[in-house]
């Protein structure tokens, strides 16, 4: 083992300041992931379906121990409208957000986007009667 493998190996937080060129097999869908046309130097979920491993504890740092498979869960928009995913742990259930990658499937982050709206947590048919239980007519004026 070279001396730059083995401080990517053991120095804590290297991530956190040197490029990831690692190429990973995703373990969920099983394409191989690459850290070109990601539009940043850190690659770290699959562009296919969107799903991670628990490795870090805060980005960058490898100080995870669980190694759990990170589902994409939701979608938000950062400040600046950039858009970002929630991952949770399927094995402890931990939370994280990553960038959107520039070669992400669109599809892919359209139906979680959308997710909510199709899957109200209550039936369509009764936002009419709920609009009048909270004092609203449902009319505009």
């Given amino acids: 083992m070279n001396r730059e493998n083995k401080r990517k190996t053991f120095e804590k937080g290297y991530y956190k300041n040197h490029a ?5 097999t995703c373990k969920v869908c099983g394409r191989p ?5 990601t539009g940043s130097t850190h690659r770290n979920h699959c562009p296919n379906c969107l799903c991670s491993l628990h490795v870090d504890i805060e980005p960058g740092d ?3 121990d669980c ?3 990170m589902e994409p ?3 938000w928009v950062r400040r ?5 995913i929630i991952h949770r742990c399927k094995r402890c259930g931990a939370l994280s957000s990553n ?3 520039a070669d992400d499937n669109p599809m892919k982050l359209m139906s ?3 997710k909510p709206l199709c899957e109200p947590p209550f039936p369509l048919e009764r936002i009419e009667e709920m609009t009048a239980l909270m004092g609203g007519d449902g009319q505009t004026r």
Avoid at 20 to 24: L, P, V
């Fill in 99 to 101: 960038r959107v990658a």
């Fill in 67 to 69: 190694g759990g498979i």
């Fill in 73 to 75: 869960i939701a979608v």
């Fill in 112 to 114: 979680i986007a959308m």
């Fill in 80 to 84: 600046g409208g950039e858009w970002a």
């Fill in 62 to 64: 490898r100080a995870s």
């Fill in 20 to 24: 990831c060129h690692d190429t990973f």
């Fill in 33 to 37: 992931c690459v850290p070109e046309n």
